[in-house]
């Protein structure tokens, strides 16, 4: 349900028809507050409230509601080129995040639910000559006035905010923001209660074997539900994905073991099911490998020939950085989890820290060994992951990929003065990253 709230909260749509509900509720509240002030004594006229009769409010409103609602289609049309340059400069991974930006659901919002309140206002002027009565709900009419005030300012911050939204910093920062908080729900400071190891149990044989009934991407997995299932069947759960794999139906989602030859209850294999959420796009929510993918593929776009930027490239592996030396300070997450008696119920799958390294470093020694400021941007990152790693495995990772990127300067087309330049700097971090002793080590 999380998970789904807040998918919810980052759609294009989800905003705007709040604020869109809200402005027909406004509206139908402040017009029933006018037909309740005619009825009684109450002066509602006088400086606060500007009255002009029902043709000059028929007037006004629908100025409001026609050009609130062309102000709404240019904006529209300003987000969707934008998005499209986004996409075709740095990546259609991008994308989501122009969708999920919560100050254009609201710049958007708003301007539709202007439209939408001084509609309904609208329809509720009667005149003597079109209806044969009079009524003019002059509150909701001046609110309406105060509504189109309020959207000259918005338009302004649109301008500004898309504007802001679309510069490479702004861009890679909330990429890198978005890491930063990837990292601290899959791999947390400290393990939870109920972490476990599965390397030292014996596994029971499997009993069961759960299928995917549908095709797509898993964009998460429950696993609290999956452990609640285990400690109510008294078997162990062993998942075979993680979130960001890819499935075809009737592929391997997860296995119950158990030693009994007894039935399991109706719905168990549906409740694990259930517990993976499979979509058609990954999120970087719980997907920390698409995280670095998304800082990558700036990088790698940026390298290409039809944009070439490689200070572009070297900011987006320096904002790598700070998710990737985050994650090697963390300790390694459990890979178990048990029930309340210390007993092992759910048996995970994780991604390794060595493979985000890897990605990251594959892209910089594969695309940029042309360019002298993207390898050492790479040599630096590998550096800072090297020096804050806490586990050997990370070292040593780590050790790999600057040997592998001094073995391929040797073979590019680049300036020599340069590739002495960069093979001298991986000298130097190897010597660094290989002095250090990891934490871990010194723990032991």
Sequence with gaps: MKAYMASLRESFWFVPALLGIGALVLAQALVSLDRHLVGTSVDVSGSLLYQVGASGSRDILGAIGGSMLGVAATSFSITIS???TTSSSYGPRLVRNFMADRGNQVVLGIFGATFLYSL???????????????????????????????????????????????QVATLSARVRDELSASVDALYPREQPSDAATSDTISRPPVHTTILAQESGVIIDIDETAVLEVGCDTDTIIELHRVPGDHVVEGEVLADILTNRAAELEDGTTGRVREAHRIGTSRTPRHDVAFAVEQMTEMAVRALSTGVNDPYTARNAIDDLSVGLVAVVQRPKPCNARCDGTGAVRLILRRVSMASLIDHALDAVRIYGTS?????????????????????????????????????A?????????????SREQISRARSAVTGRVPLAVRLS
């Design 371 to 407: 360019s002298p400021m993207v390898v050492h941007a790479g040599i630096r990152l590998a550096d800072r992951v090297g020096r804050a790693a806490v586990s050997t495995e990370t070292v040593e990772t780590v050790l790999t990929q600057l040997s592998l990127l001094d073995q």
């Design 409 to 421: 300067l040797l073979v590019a087309d680049a300036d020599a003065a340069r590739t002495a330049q």
């Design 82 to 84: 934008v998005l499209a």
């Design 120 to 166: 309904m206002v609208l329809r509720s002027i009667r005149s003597i000559e079109t209806d044969g009565s009079v009524f003019v709900p002059d509150i909701a009419v001046n609110v309406a006035v105060g509504l189109a005030i309020v959207d000259v300012g918005v338009l302004v911050y649109f301008i500004h905010h898309i504007a802001q939204s679309i």
